[in-house]
């Protein structure tokens, strides 16, 4: 595998060959336990590899990144693999409550040889995180995101929420509950969709 770009990063040799190795097992354990759906598991590289690695580059050099509800590791494992090379020191914590799930996580982080950890734990019960990025991909709406937020996210960290073309219909609801500021970034894989980049995140 040659390097290139993924989601507008340029990506090395050597994270092109995690991204295949982990695509492999995303193929390999999926009939088990349903990491993606059937149908988006033929369109993996662009629905799911390219769609959580755009988040990357918004992240800065925060040291210490928080990934909530991971599932199959989207966007938390991809971020892991493009922290090998680009981000040696970062810090990647994944939080998957769904135990078959959470040792598919750790068998990745293992055998694609990656700087994470995985807590196997509600992200309402975990212990608070305090982290310097807060990610969550097709996890919950946007109110529940930002309550997650205020439970795990440092006082001047930022949170990147992936959301879909109706993303917009979420945000009355989120603003009567919270005050938090909010840029909303164009998807590179999906132009009516964005990812939100939120931060000062506070109960009205």
């Known amino acids: 595998m040659t390097p290139g770009k993924l989601a507008g990063l340029d990506v090395s040799r050597e994270t092109m060959a995690r991204l295949e190795a982990y695509a492999a097992l995303v193929r390999k354990w999926n009939p088990r336990i349903n990491l993606v759906s059937r149908k988006s598991l033929d369109a ?6 390219a769609d959580s690695a755009q988040i990357y580059h918004l992240a800065g050099d925060a040291p210490n990144w928080l990934d909530l509800g991971s599932g199959g590791g989207f966007p938390g494992l991809v971020v892991a693999i493009l922290a090998t090379d680009l981000h ?24 694609l040889g990656l700087s994470a950890q995985v807590l196997a734990e509600r992200i309402e019960a975990a212990e608070p995180q305090r982290a310097d990025i807060l990610s ?69």
């Open 136 to 204: 969550a991909r097709a996890l919950t709406d946007l109110s529940g995101l930002l309550a997650f937020a205020e439970r795990h996210l440092s006082e001047s960290g930022l949170a990147l929420f992936p959301k879909g073309a109706s993303w917009k219909n979420e945000l009355e609801p989120a603003r009567a509950q919270w005050s938090f500021n909010l840029e909303a970034i164009t998807s590179f894989t999906e132009p009516e969709a964005a990812i939100l980049k939120i931060q000062g995140v506070a109960r009205v």
């Open 88 to 111: 040696p020191d970062r810090q990647v914590t994944l939080i998957e409550s769904d135990t078959r799930k959470a040792t598919f996580l750790r068998t990745a982080i293992r055998e």
């Open 44 to 49: 993996l590289w662009e629905r799911h590899i």
